[in-house]
């Protein structure tokens, strides 16, 4: 069975694609649910996820922007994007990002059923000729990295991240594996595609995100929290990666709340 994740931030709308629909018939499983970007991406970093079906509008995080994020981290999920508008304009973007399949809500039954039957047969095609990849799991990282973050030493740098994420650094990274620090940058961007500052900030980020959530945190506790002493850096890392400040960002989660 391949595991699918459903993400949506209307829970009727779950609720019914989770339990209505003959997953089980099409050689699917679900997973896992998620009411918005950021705990899609949060759980697929945790769980082997082969499929994810994705709302485009979604609170914190848009489908959109979670496509471009795992596109750029060259993700083996599979992205199947639902909407409740035709929108030429998100279509396109969605290719960009590799997503296929565009799906018009309310769903149709036989119209998701021939997607998900058409990709299963092409994952069991890839899946027999060997070039479906697979993510690190095994105390793996936040964020879904390519195959070659499955080399050990990459584990051991993704896994002293995840331990020590505030003080984490590329000279802590490298003590950690025993190699010179320069070294230690080229092998990371050659082995997972990504530069080792930019996972490190965006498992800082994601993390800072969550605190956010709670509600329970001032922004500069949440700023020393993930490693930055500044709040205006923080301030600007954090609008970098989300697209508004940390206040912004509370102000949306508490509107949508009171929704």
């Not at 994705?54 to 199947?80: F, N």
């Not at 396109?92 to 047969?121: H, N």
């Not at 584990?155 to 505030?166: A, D």
């Not at 498992?203 to 930055?228: F, H, I, K, N, P």
Request: net charge neutral; hydrophobic share 35%; aromatic share 10%.
């Amino acid at each position: 069975m391949y595991k699918l994740l459903i993400a949506d931030d209307e829970a009727e709308i779950r609720h019914g694609l989770g339990n209505y629909f003959p997953w089980g018939e099409l050689g699917f499983e679900v997973d896992g649910f998620a009411q918005n970007g950021l705990e899609a991406l949060e759980y697929i970093g945790c769980h082997s996820v082969d499929v994810l079906l994705c709302d485009v509008m979604m609170p914190v995080m848009t489908g959109i922007e979670v496509a471009k994020y795992l596109h750029k981290q060259k993700s083996p999920t599979r992205i199947i994007f639902l909407s409740a508008h035709r929108d030429f304009d998100a279509a396109c973007r969605a290719m960009e990002f590799g997503v296929r399949s565009y799906i018009l809500k309310p769903t149709r039954y036989q119209e998701l059923k021939d997607i998900f039957t058409t990709l299963k047969e092409t994952m069991d095609r890839e899946l027999k000729s060997g070039a479906a990849e697979e993510p690190v799991r095994e105390n793996g990282p936040v964020f879904p990295l390519r195959e070659g973050a499955a080399d050990p030493i990459i584990m051991r740098i993704v896994r002293y991240i995840e331990e020590n994420c505030p003080e984490a650094t590329l000279e802590g990274s490298a003590l950690t594996v025993r190699m010179n620090p320069t070294y230690v940058s080229k092998y990371f961007k050659q082995k997972t595609g990504i530069n080792f500052s930019e996972y490190l900030n965006d498992v800082r980020m994601l993390r800072a995100a969550g605190m956010l959530e709670q509600g329970d945190c001032r922004t500069y506790e949440v700023s020393e929290a993930v490693g930055y002493q500044n709040p205006k850096n923080f301030t600007r890392s954090f609008k970098r990666r989300f697209g508004k400040t940390p206040r912004e960002f509370r102000q949306d989660l508490s509107l949508e709340l009171k929704r």
